[in-house]
C-alpha cells in the first residue's frame, strides 16, 4: 500500500488493488494541507471522531465520490443521516472490510460535530491492510493501554499527535512509541495552528534516542509502506 499525508492527521492510503481510503480529511480549511478537497476522492472514508479538523471535507468529498464511512456507531449514524453510506463500528471491535482489517481503539479526548451533535466516542484505528499494520491515535493523550494495543497487533506504522495542548506533545508521544512499540513512528497533528506548534525533527530525535525510528512525513508526500 501507498500512504499520502496531507498535514495534521489527515492521509490517504491506496492499497495494493488501487482501492483509495481517507482518513480524517481536513484541507479545505487547513491551512497547511497541500491539496484541496476537490483534488482527492475516497472508496472509504475513516474518522477517528467527529472534531471539525478531523470531519473536515468528508461530507463535500462524499458528495461527489460515494464512499463507506467507517466510524463508531453514534458518528457513522451521523454520517447515514445525511444521507451517506456507513459501516457502523465500536471500540475494541473489528471488521474486515474488501481493502483490509479495521480495528477500534480507545482515544482520550472529545467528540462534538461542529454543529453540536454528539459523535460518540473519539477513537484511534488499528488497519491491517496488505500484510501491513498501521496505528492512527486519532486525537489523543497519552494511555499506558497503548502496550496492549500494540500487544494484540503488532505494529509496523504508529501515526500520532506531537502537538500538545489537544493531543499529546512530545514527551508523551515519545512514551506512547515505546509502548505501542510500532517498527516506525510519523508524527501527526502539529503546526497546523499556532497552539499546536511542535518540531517534528525534535520528536523524530527523542524517538530515536529510546532506539526506535521515525520519519517525518512532509505535507503532500507519499510513502510506499
Ligand atoms: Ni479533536
Ligand atoms: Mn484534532
Redesign the pocket.
Known sequence: MKLRYFSH?SFQITTDAGQIILIDPFLDDNPTSPVSSADVSADFIIL???????VGDAFKIAARTDPLFICVNELANYCAHKGFRAHNMHIGGGHDFPFGRVKFTIAH???MTPDNTYGGE?AGVVLTIDGKSLYHT??TGLFYDMKLIGEMTPLDYMLLPIGDN??MGIRDAVKAVELAAPGLAIPI?YNTFPVIRADPEEFKRQVEAIGKKAVVMGYGEERAL
Open positions: 492527521s477517528t471522531h467527529a472534531h471539525g479538523d478531523h479526548h472529545g467528540s473519539p486519532g486525537d489537544f493531543t497533528h
